[in-house]
């Protein structure tokens, strides 16, 4: 099945799409609410970048893939990502194509499947979460998305269960002309631990697209979520895409995001911290090239007692590339004893290349710890000579630096598997 979106704002089309995939009835309502508030919300206005000027109207169509039955019937690219893994969900284009979890997960009530099946299967669970994090009326972005997205990943950890391995996820488009918009909604019960970790990526160029997707966290009492999510889109792929996590008390998430993309970004992610002794960890790497534009949002927003939010973002531009990072750190009244610290770096390779780092502290509360640090500049010429001195040339002091440069970020991650592939991507881009 294939349906042309042409008109992302009519009420009727969002719910006549949704009855064709046999979704319940409170999403098919969900959808047309939000695709009638679409049409009198504006756009989301990052900091210094005109996104208006972008053609962020190309969603393409929905279309129902054929499903796959092993990772070797995967595209080389795609299935070299997934190598090994054991809960697995592989959405490409507009469907899921493959599902698996392991019976030993599914015994301890472990849910891991894509969101539309969810929605049939589980909706006393998915109905409580969807689009509480990120709000349908947010702008005119989350509208459509609350309208039009598809597959994507549910996961859901019951009370009191530890997942010691990564639950892996995979999105793929190998078709401009097709819808690309993943819904991941992540649930995490009292005391729960899980990894979740997610690739998306092209496969091929062709006409301009936009990919859009959100991320909703839900981390209960004690929870602990890790998220790994790494981007390689390609140069004709508009990227947008919100990440959220509300976290109780004593919850904890840990982001690790790798915005490797060759085309536009706009990537923004928050932490909540709802409840008293939660904490957020994100750590950001991203490398521009060519003409590039990126508007990097990291954020935190904390309402508890002794909470504890950590920030560090890293990027390299190249050539004619240019990045927005933004650090926001938000302590409302009342959340005393709360500490928020976060680092912008950006380091650019070329003297047409552009970075900004921007932090921003906005403290309501007398009894707290915050602090900052940004820097942009290029490569250290002294440095450099310095190397060439002791016999390096001139090519490998600067791929040596820098490594350097993002090694703070790299190397803390806990991830074994998404530390080595967030390594060769890094090492991928730098060389191209």
């Given at each position: 099945?294939?349906?042309?979106?042409?008109?992302?704002?009519?009420?009727?089309?969002?719910?006549?799409?949704?009855?064709?995939?046999?979704?319940?009835?409170?999403?098919?309502?969900?959808?047309?609410?939000?695709?009638?508030?679409?049409?009198?919300?504006?756009?989301?206005?990052?900091?210094?970048?005109?996104?208006?000027r972008w053609n962020l109207t190309a969603f393409g169509q929905y279309g129902k893939p054929q499903a796959l039955s092993a990772e070797s019937e995967l595209p080389?690219?795609?299935?070299?990502?997934?190598?090994?893994?054991?809960?697995?969900?592989?959405?490409?284009?507009?469907?899921?194509?493959?599902?698996?979890?392991?019976?030993?997960?599914?015994?301890k009530?472990?849910?891991?499947?894509?969101?539309?099946?969810?929605?049939?299967?589980?909706?006393?669970?998915?109905?409580?979460?969807?689009?509480?994090?990120?709000?349908?009326?947010?702008?005119?972005?989350?509208?459509?998305?609350?309208?039009?997205?598809?597959g994507g990943v549910f996961l859901y950890v019951p009370k009191d269960v530890e997942v010691d391995v990564p639950l892996q996820a995979l999105f793929y488009n190998d078709n401009a002309d097709v819808s690309f918009a993943p819904h991941i909604l992540i649930v995490a019960e009292r005391h729960s631990r899980v990894t979740y970790v997610d690739n998306a990526l092209t496969i091929g160029g062709g006409a301009d697209a936009v990919h859009h997707s959100v991320i909703e966290v839900f981390a209960e009492a004690g929870a602990k979520v890790d998220v790994a999510t790494i981007h390689q889109l390609g140069s004709n792929v508009i990227d947008l895409t919100t990440r959220r996590a509300v976290?109780?008390?004593?919850?904890?998430?840990?982001?690790?995001?790798?915005?490797?993309?060759?085309?536009?970004v706009v990537s923004d992610t928050l932490s909540i911290l709802k409840g008293n002794g939660s904490s957020s960890d994100a750590a950001v790497v991203s490398i521009g090239a060519g003409k590039q534009k990126m508007s990097l949002t990291t954020g935190a927003k904390h309402f508890g007692l002794n909470s504890d939010s950590n920030m560090v973002t890293r990027a390299v531009m190249k050539e004619e590339a240019s990045a927005i990072i933004n650090g926001v750190t938000k302590i409302e009244k009342g959340a005393t004893k709360a500490n928020g610290v976060q680092t912008e770096k950006v380091l650019m390779?070329?003297?047409?290349?552009?970075?900004?780092?921007?932090?921003?502290?906005?403290?309501?509360?007398?009894?707290?710890?915050?602090?900052?640090?940004?820097?942009?500049?290029?490569?250290?010429?002294?440095q450099v000579y310095y190397l060439m001195s002791r016999g390096v040339s001139k090519e490998e002091a600067q791929r040596l630096i820098i490594y350097g440069f993002l090694a703070p970020v790299v190397t803390e991650i806990p991830i074994d598997a998404v530390r080595e592939q967030l390594q060769q991507l890094l090492e991928r881009k730098l060389e191209a």
């Open positions: 099945m294939s349906t042309q979106l042409e008109n992302p704002v009519e009420r009727e089309f969002a719910e006549e799409l949704s009855r064709s995939k046999g979704e319940p009835a409170w999403l098919t309502s969900l959808r047309g609410e939000a695709a009638e508030l679409a049409g009198s919300l504006e756009w989301p206005k990052p900091e210094k970048t005109r996104i208006d080389e690219a795609a299935a070299s990502l997934v190598a090994g893994a054991g809960a697995l969900v592989v959405q490409r284009g507009s469907g899921t194509v493959l599902r698996r979890l392991p019976e030993e997960l599914s015994a009530g472990i849910i891991f499947t894509d969101l539309e099946t969810a929605a049939a299967e589980h909706p006393e669970l998915v109905q409580k979460y969807l689009f509480q994090a990120v709000k349908k009326d947010e702008n005119k972005l989350t509208a459509l998305h609350a309208a039009l997205w598809n976290l109780e008390n004593d919850a904890r998430i840990q982001w690790v995001i790798g915005d490797l993309n060759d085309g536009n390779l070329s003297p047409k290349a552009r970075g900004d780092a921007n932090p921003i502290l906005l403290i309501d509360e007398d009894d707290v710890t915050a602090g900052h640090a940004a820097s942009v500049g290029q490569v250290n010429p002294e």
